[in-house]
């Protein structure tokens, strides 16, 4: 089975940065689909950003548009979430999750059904200061 491990997360002020990594183990990367998906106290868990097996095809929350950037290095197995321009709301536990490439119709679908994805990491917080 997929295992999933986040790392990366952090205290940073309004308008930093942080690069929250995936590493995969048990299978190759490559087959499987990635999304980064938050959760805050409170609140719904929400599909961040989305990233196809080979990478040719992302997906973004509209709250990421423009400042989050998903990329993934199928040679390294690890799968990337590039966070820019942080605000406070972003302040959340970070998961990345995993399904073989075929699971979803597109990344999209992917993003928006984050209860039936298989794999998840345990998360990692990123808490942004005003």
């Known amino acids: 089975q997929l295992q999933l491990v986040e790392s990366g997360g952090g205290l940073v002020q309004t308008g930093g940065s942080l690069r929250l990594s995936c590493a995969g183990s048990?299978?190759?990367?490559?087959?499987?689909?990635i999304g980064w998906f938050r959760q805050a106290p409170g609140k719904e868990r929400e599909g961040v950003a989305c990233?196809?097996?080979?990478?040719?095809?992302?997906t973004y929350a509209n709250s990421a548009k423009g400042r989050f950037t998903i990329s993934r290095d199928n040679a390294k197995n690890t799968v990337y979430l590039e966070l820019n321009s942080l605000k406070p709301e972003d302040t959340a536990v970070y998961y990345c999750?995993?399904?073989?490439?075929?699971?979803?119709?597109?990344?999209?679908?992917?993003?928006?059904?984050?209860?039936?994805?298989?794999?998840w990491g345990q998360g990692v917080q990123v808490t942004v200061s005003s």
């Open positions: 999750a995993g399904d073989f490439a075929g699971a979803f119709s597109n990344v999209q679908s992917m993003c928006a059904r984050s209860d039936i994805i298989i794999s």
């Open positions: 990233i196809s097996s080979t990478g040719q095809m992302t």
């Open positions: 048990g299978f190759p990367l490559e087959y499987y689909a």
